[in-house]
């Protein structure tokens, strides 16, 4: 963690050097708005509950087909 996050604040200095500051802070803003979470559903947890959905299953490969 402690990498990770020298490493996104150099990035963060870099960008607020190029766009400044006050325009970082508002495209962070922008951004946190945009990844709201928005409240669990029913079919988000049956997801959870049973697997993925049966049209997001991918088929196992035939084996004998070689």
């Not at 490493?7 to 962070?28: H, P």
């Not at 946190?32 to 196992?60: H, K």
Request: hydrophobic residues 45%; without cysteine.
């Amino acid at each position: 963690m402690t990498i990770g996050g020298a490493l996104f604040d150099e990035v963060r200095n870099r960008w607020a050097a190029q766009i400044g500051v006050l325009r970082l802070d508002a495209l962070e803003g922008y951004l946190a708005r945009l990844v709201e979470r928005r409240p669990v559903s029913a079919d988000d947890l049956a997801r959870f509950d049973d697997g993925p959905l049966e049209e997001n299953r991918v088929a196992a490969p035939d084996q004998d087909a070689q």
